[in-house]
């Protein structure tokens, strides 16, 4: 994952403070430890940050803020565009010109091309802000199913968004008061609905939404993709049809997904979901998949403790598994993390094994995970 964080000033206000933006930025470090980087505008109006972790194109030629030639566009990006090879041809054809291979670029030229409108064309999980001189405006958009975090607020002087809630909570205007309504929500619900977070004045952009902000601050929030209203859907003769186009999609979105330039793996719990994703992985590689589980050692843990059946689904397909048992000594150590990455309550205890089998991932070298998460709600 990558953090991005920015702000615009408005008209007559005070020139962004380059402090607080390299404080916001250092508060998300830990999203992209690879490379970081800050624009300004030329009158000290608007700042972008990006903390960069590299998957497509890790050289220098992808770095953030990314522009387009005439430095009119500036963006900067949190996601993974799984299409984006094929965006790249088409927008050669049109005449666009490329200087990295990264998908970052991929989004430069395809607002070029189709506006606000270029989310339509993607394909993956993003979140992003691309600022637009010539029109003076910010466009910020989160992907169809909110994958990726953004965050925004607006003050008495300006705009601001962000990846976490801490890099916002930087500004002085913004006070650390807890919303009433959504905190009624998150211990009715145990989540806090989308736009509201537990923080008065700071919301989050829904899935599948994008915004225009004006340079004097007028939002303008719209729903690009709603699951519900889905032109492509298909009428199937027999349930032998919709078994063979979900096993279709899934293939194609597990092909996709493993399109990277740095070692990727999954996680493996050896239940339906995440095996799935390690059989379909196999069946398109030439090399042994990277796996990693996670068990627990306890009393009263055995109901929960799967490792056993990753290691017959690790040892069935021939991965290169990796495994860590943990107990309540590592959630006790973990606990004042959480607190800090979480930004808000979370109800789903899972963030804790996550948090260390995505550490052994990363310690034995892989940078980028597929995971079994959605397959239930499919």
């Keep these: 994952m990558c953090g991005i964080c920015g702000l615009v000033q408005f008209p007559g206000c005070p020139p962004i403070s380059l402090d607080m ?129 953004l965050y925004y607020a607006k003050t008495n002087d300006s705009f601001l968004f962000a990846s976490e809630i801490k890099c916002l909570l930087c500004h002085p205007q913004l006070k650390k008061t807890v919303h009433d309504e959504a905190l009624y929500h998150y211990l009715t619900f145990l989540t806090t609905p989308a736009p509201q977070t537990l923080f008065e004045n700071i919301f989050k952009l829904p899935a599948g939404h994008r915004a ?54 999954a996680l493996l719990s050896g239940g339906m979901d995440s095996s799935t994703n390690v059989a379909l992985m196999h069946s398109q590689m030439d090399r042994p998949v990277q796996t990693f589980s996670i068990g627990y050692k306890g009393t009263n843990v055995s109901e929960f403790n799967e490792v056993e059946y990753a290691r017959q689904v690790a040892k069935h397909f021939g991965s290169n598994h990796h495994e860590i048992i943990i107990d309540r000594n590592h959630l006790i150590k973990f606990l004042p993390d959480l607190v800090y990455y979480q930004d808000e309550p979370i109800a789903d205890p899972v963030c804790v094994p996550l948090y260390y089998v995505c550490k052994l991932a990363k310690d034995a070298g892989t940078s980028v995970l597929q995971v079994g998460e959605g397959a239930d709600e499919l």
């Design 21 to 149: 933006l390299e404080k916001m930025s250092e508060l998300i470090v830990h999203r992209g430890p690879d490379d970081s980087g800050i624009y300004v505008s030329n009158d000290n109006s608007v700042g972008l940050c990006n903390r960069r972790l590299s998957i497509i194109d890790p050289t220098d030629s992808g770095r953030q803020p990314f522009s387009n030639e005439d430095k009119t566009i500036w963006v900067v990006y949190n996601g993974e565009t799984y299409n984006y090879a094929d965006l790249r041809g088409k927008l050669i054809d049109k005449g666009h010109v490329f200087s990295s291979h990264t998908d970052t670029e991929i989004l430069v030229h395809l607002y070029e091309e189709y506006g606000v409108d270029c989310v339509k064309h993607m394909r993956g999980m993003f979140a992003f802000a691309i600022w637009d001189e010539g029109n003076r405006r910010l466009f910020i958009a989160r992907d169809r199913l909110g994958v990726k975090p």
């Design 212 to 265: 225009v902000i004006n340079a004097d601050g007028y939002i303008n929030l719209e729903q690009y993709w709603d699951v519900f209203s889905n032109d492509n859907a298909n009428n199937f003769d027999s349930n032998d049809d919709q078994s063979v186009r979900v096993l279709e999609a899934l293939r194609e979105s597990v092909k996709l997904r493993m399109v990277s330039d740095v070692p990727f793996g």
